[in-house]
């Protein structure tokens, strides 16, 4: 087992000052009430992840050891005592596995007692459903609590920020969200303030903050966690990126004809940015480099959703982890095809497909999102269906002329090279898990293969490519079946773990696992 020094020396921290220069005082004052919002998504969500980690938290901040100080500064990498890049193993001695679905349900639940209940309650079924509520239980029965209940004194703190935060800035889209998002901490219903958010257009800063990702809900995939991420537009690069845009409905149209589905709404903003801080889930362990929000399938068939991309993190992951891996696994001529502008353009297309295909499916007589359908394996079938179908979009692009053939190649390579990168940290996480399906259908399809004799990962760009399409295609057809069975068997059988990844990773060593920022926000006083 790794000591926690160890485990340490295996992650590179970098300061993170933003330039808040352009920045008037209220707007600066508006950023910092913010800030203390998000900082209250990171107390919330630590709850969310274990109802014992703010007990732990507060034990490590009042030693004074090396050892405890050590043992903090792991904690606040992961948000909990469970080490994410080591296959959620516990660095604190004396503590049981991680839960595998959080606090969200009673913690002896079954997936017996949970049919029953249903089958027997039918008129609960929406509010267990729902992404904003917790399952406990009461005099022997189950009840779904809403957010805004369970975390009440939290919410209603945070909503005092966003509101004083408002309060600062001029009549706009960003203080229409913030008032809306206030009254969703409240009401729990986020639908208005989700509409309200495609429209914000990182004027002056980029917030984001609310529950939105389902990953750490084990049991059934349903369940939000809450996060913020507060940035500074980067307009330039945004405005770059924005002429991908109009081709993206075309493109849209044409997959509702193969796979049935009626198309998307037409907003699709893309911002770059540079980051402030972060809070809750965005703020640990994976370090998101983009996202593609809101996740309410209704939102994405009335307006459309906004891909948010954070240059402030794909620069330091390219930098210190994609190109140094790059630099060990390919051949000489792959090496100059890893680029920032390819692992950009990849992610770009990878949040895009985000927003793409059907929004239900229909399952035993009704229908439902993909989320309720594919439970635990939603996230791991989304995101492997975002990254092929992303590649589809590159392609579909590079015909229309919008990226040459290199660019196209730069995409690839550097997404493959990628896969290894995010596999330093295990294999587990859903990211991590659908580059596995991936990296098997690639080589089953001879697409790459790994030389035995120079130690180097061929690839073979056009045959990925063709690969990646058909797998996309694969992908799309298990999501429209909503066939949790079909999705089950496909994932086992694409994401065993080949011994060659393994002799491939042990040849990285010396190469950081993760990134990790330190926030310095000086730069708003």
């Known amino acids: 087992m790794l000591t926690i020094r160890e485990r340490l020396a295996k992650v590179s921290f970098f300061e993170v000052k933003p330039d808040c220069s352009s920045l008037s005082p209220k707007e600066k004052l508006a950023a910092i009430r913010c800030a203390e919002a998000a900082l209250i998504m990171t107390r919330l969500y630590l709850k969310q992840v274990w109802a014992g980690n703010p007990q732990i938290l507060d034990e490590l901040k009042e030693r004074e050891d090396k050892e405890g100080k050590d043992l903090l500064r792991y904690f606040l990498i992961h948000g909990s005592p469970w080490d994410g890049y080591h296959d959620d193993e516990t660095f604190i001695p004396g503590l049981c596995d991680k839960p595998k679905w959080g606090s969200f349900y009673p913690h002896d639940i079954t997936e017996d007692a949970w049919n029953k209940w249903l089958l027997l309650h039918p008129q609960d079924r929406k509010e267990f459903e729902s992404n904003y509520t917790v399952i406990k239980r009461s005099?022997?029965?189950?009840?779904?609590?809403?957010y805004s209940e369970t975390y009440i004194e939290h919410l209603n703190e945070a909503a005092g920020h966003l509101r004083g935060a408002a309060s600062l800035l001029p009549e706009g889209k960003l203080k229409t969200f913030l008032e809306l998002r206030a009254d969703a901490f409240r009401s729990n219903d986020y639908f208005e303030s989700d509409l309200a958010w495609v429209d914000t257009d990182g004027t002056p800063i980029e917030v984001m903050i609310?529950?939105?990702?389902?990953?750490i809900d084990g049991f059934r995939g349903l369940k939000a966690a809450f996060e913020a991420h507060i940035a500074l537009p980067d307009k330039v690069a945004s405005a770059e990126l924005a002429r991908f845009a109009p081709a993206v409905p075309v493109f849209d149209q044409i997959l509702s004809q193969e796979f049935k589905f009626n198309p998307k709404g037409a907003a699709i903003p893309i911002e770059v940015v540079s980051d402030i801080m972060r809070g809750g889930e965005a703020s640990f362990g994976y370090f998101f480099v983009a996202y593609n929000l809101p996740n309410d399938r209704r939102v994405h068939d009335l307006k459309g959703s906004k891909k948010v991309i954070s240059a402030t993190m794909m620069?330091?992951?390219?930098s210190k982890l994609t190109l140094p891996i790059a630099g060990r696994i390919l051949p000489t001529y792959l090496q100059d095809r890893c680029t920032y502008r390819g692992r950009l353009?990849?992610?770009?297309a990878h949040e895009l497909s985000h927003g793409m295909g059907p929004s239900t499916v229909h399952v035993d007589g009704r229908d439902m999102p993909f989320e309720t359908a594919f439970r635990d394996l939603h996230s791991c079938l989304e995101e492997a269906k975002a990254d092929m179908l992303g590649a589809r979009l590159l392609d579909y692009f590079h015909s229309y002329g919008l990226i040459d053939d290199k660019a196209l190649e730069e995409c690839i390579v550097t997404e493959i090279a990628s896969y290894f990168q995010v596999w330093k940290q295990g294999f587990t996480e859903s990211h991590s898990r659908g580059h596995l399906i991936e990296y098997n259908w690639l080589v089953a399809s001879k697409a790459i293969r790994f030389n035995e004799t120079s130690q180097k990962l061929e690839i073979n760009v056009d045959a990925c490519i063709s690969a990646m399409i058909r797998l996309s295609t694969k992908l799309l057809n298990i999501q429209?079946?909503?066939d949790y069975n079909k999705a089950k068997d496909f994932i086992e059988y694409w994401s065993e773990v080949p011994p060659k990844i393994m002799n491939i990773l042990n040849t990285l060593s010396g190469i950081p696992i993760a990134v990790c920022p330190?926030?310095?926000?000086?730069?708003?006083?």
């Open 139 to 146: 005099a022997r029965k189950l009840i779904a609590v809403p």
């Open 210 to 215: 609310g529950p939105n990702e389902t990953e």
């Open 315 to 318: 620069e330091a992951k390219f």
């Open 345 to 348: 353009l990849f992610v770009l």
């Open 480 to 482: 429209v079946s909503g």
């Open 518 to 525: 330190i926030w310095n926000l000086s730069g708003l006083k």
